[in-house]
T-cell receptor, first 111, second 113 residues
Framework: GQQLNQSPQSMFIQEGEDVSMNCTSS?????WLWYKQEPGEGPVLLIA?????ELTSNGRLTAQFGITRKDSFLNISASIPSDVGIYFC???????????FGTGTRLQVFP | DSGVTQTPKHLITATGQRVTLRCSPR?????VYWYQQSLDQGLQFLIQ???????AKGNILERFSAQQFPDLHSELNLSSLELGDSALYFC????????????FGPGTRLTVT
């Protein structure tokens, strides 16, 4: 079945650094979503991408829809302690509303 | 706050028991989704309802069932519980069928002992 692999699995960075993570699939996706989950909370939608090559920002976050449609990237600039959490990519399974979630990238930010 | 509410926040029960998890979607959202999150399986889609009707099914066990009521709230029923059913259960909602932007509730942590 479709799987979304995220890398890196975890990151330990210093406050103020920029962060890059990616999500890859063996299948084509027509939509990419990025979520953030903090401990004890539900995933929060950060960015949605609908077009190959699209670059979308949300504050210090920027996400890109890869041109092959098999990958997506998320960048966080000037990280702060509240960026801590697990970042998931997700995409709809074929043409359904069923979301397939990636394996997650755990981000830890040190002051 | 996503606007999606789930109750209870925590649930501890014994093997073989049955529980009901409740979800209220965001105001105006017609679609409700249920997901299970466990350490070894990650976030897995269980089932979707749209305006009271089942729309899509994932790898939901036969011991699990769900429904969406006329007021659009949804319930997930888990029966004959096993230790392996211990997980976080999330409800999400979206405006309409075919909207991929889903908004998640805070989850219910189920512990089966």
């Amino acid at each position: 079945g479709q799987q979304l692999n995220q890398s890196p699995q975890s990151m330990f960075i210093q406050e103020g650094e920029d962060v890059s993570m990616n999500c890859t699939s063996s299948s084509i996706f027509n939509t990419w979503l990025w979520y953030k989950q903090e401990p004890g909370e539900g995933p929060v939608l950060l960015i949605a991408l609908y077009k190959a090559g699209e670059l979308t920002s949300n504050g210090r976050l920027t996400a890109q829809f890869g041109i092959t449609r098999k990958d997506s990237f998320l960048n966080i600039s000037a990280s702060i302690p509240s960026d801590v959490g697990i970042y998931f990519c997700a995409g709809p399974f074929k043409h359904t509303d069923k979301l397939i979630f990636g394996t997650g990238t755990r981000l830890q930010v040190f002051p | 706050d996503s606007g999606v509410t789930q109750t209870p926040k925590h649930l501890i029960t014994a093997t073989g028991q049955r529980v009901t998890l409740r979800c209220s979607p965001r105001s105006g959202d017609l679609s409700v989704y249920w997901y299970q999150q466990s350490l070894d399986q990650g976030l897995q889609f269980l089932i979707q309802y749209y305006n009271g009707e089942e729309r899509a099914k994932g790898n939901i066990l036969e011991r699990f069932s769900a429904q969406q009521f006329p007021d659009l709230h949804s319930e997930l029923n888990l029966s004959s519980l096993e230790l392996g059913d211990s997980a976080l259960y999330f409800c999400a909602s979206s405006v309409r069928d075919g909207s991929y932007e889903q908004y998640f509730g805070p989850g219910t942590r189920l512990t089966v002992t």
